[in-house]
């Protein structure tokens, strides 16, 4: 196997530790978390990027969202949860994974500000514009009954 993310979800990886499974996804500690009990949500079935999924991972990947924000907050208490994901070349794993991260004020997580300027915030007229037409083009492919 070459998908980093299939070993874990195999447990073909060391120091594999489940901490939630159904029949969609794999739950495991990260093993390098940014605080305890930062977990990552792993799909059973190969998906590289989110939009490749099918309705029933999407949902338990969010079902599990939940479940492991619920046990974060009784056994942590955190001031809060991160719920993120990176796609492209960001997924170091080469496989849809979810971080599920508690998080404690000071704690040094933060969002950065943009390195690269890139003024997006004077367009957002025409970026929802550009939104607006995309979902009109997939609204006629989903409707065209040749398609079907």
Known sequence: MDCLGCRIVNRLEPHVHVV????????????????????????????????????????????????????????????????????????????????????FQGDGFRWSEPVMEHKAETRLAETRNKFLEEMRRIREVWEDPNLS
């Open 20 to 103: 939630y499974e159904n029949d969609h996804v794999v739950c495991v500690l990260d093993i390098a978390p940014f605080n305890e009990g930062h977990t990552l949500i792993l799909t059973k079935k190969h998906f590289r990027e989110l939009d490749e999924m099918d309705q029933k991972s999407l949902a338990a990947i969010m079902n599990a969202s939940v479940t492991i924000s619920k046990m974060l907050k009784r056994i942590y208490k955190p001031d809060g949860i991160t719920v993120c994901q990176n796609g492209g070349i960001f997924n170091d794993l080469t496989h849809y994974h979810m971080h599920v991260i508690p998080r």
